[in-house]
């Protein structure tokens, strides 16, 4: 996993990354706060862990601990989109070290969709994910659209909408179309079931 974590740790000083900056109840998404976990990642504060075979990457705010595809950044061609999976993840990493009780599993994975798609958007990359891009191109009738195609689609808009105004906070009605799409998405509503916590700050000491 030392690729993956050099590539992080890396990915959080390259201002494609550092200059999305934007605000969600109470979060704060800018460059201090992506320095802050590229510190804890640093310091060991955050750990990073290789995924289960049949798992994809992800971020434990119970544990302060990423757990990522090995095989991320090692294939060129993917080596875009897998930056924007980075970047999905350490926003989660950035909501969590700041510790506010009020923010749900949702509004974490807002954050991190919101990020990713900011991401994308400078890098030129598609909308992406699950029900957005599948074998082909099937029309987007409402009977094929996914909850996970609204979602994201949704959190382009917004991420557009940060690229345009720095600093701003969300927009609420377009924040509710997101929340209300994963929701509706099985595999998410299943994971905010379980996973309530989400923004508890880090409780790992400095590990030299």
């Keep these: 996993m030392d690729l993956v974590r050099r590539m992080m740790l890396w990915l959080l000083t390259q201002p494609v990354l550092t200059t999305i900056t934007f605000r969600h109840l109470g979060c704060v998404i800018d460059r201090a706060a992506w320095e802050a976990v ?14 289960g075979l049949s798992a994809i990457s992800g971020y434990n705010a119970e544990r302060d601990t990423f757990c990522m595809q ?6 060129a061609a993917y080596f875009p989109s897998d930056c924007a999976t980075a970047a999905h993840e350490l926003a989660h990493a950035a909501a969590d070290m700041q510790a506010i009780a009020a923010l749900s599993s949702a509004d974490s994975e807002l954050i991190a969709y919101v990020t990713e798609e900011a991401f994308r958007l ?12 599948n074998v082909g191109a099937p029309p987007l009738t409402q009977a094929w659209r996914s909850p996970l195609h609204d979602a994201l689609v949704a959190a382009r808009s917004l991420a557009s909408f940060v690229l345009a105004h720095p600093g701003a906070s969300l927009q609420a009605p377009t924040v509710a179309i997101v929340r209300d799409a994963l929701g509706r998405d099985p595999t998410y509503r299943r994971q905010f079931a379980e996973n309530t916590v989400t923004s508890n700050g880090l409780r790992r000491p400095i590990v030299s």
């Design 70 to 75: 090995p095989s991320l950044f090692t294939v």
């Design 122 to 133: 400078r890098q030129g990359l598609p909308n992406d994910g699950p029900g957005v891009l």
């Design 38 to 51: 590229r510190v804890a990642i640093s310091d060991n504060r955050i750990l990073i862990e290789p995924a």
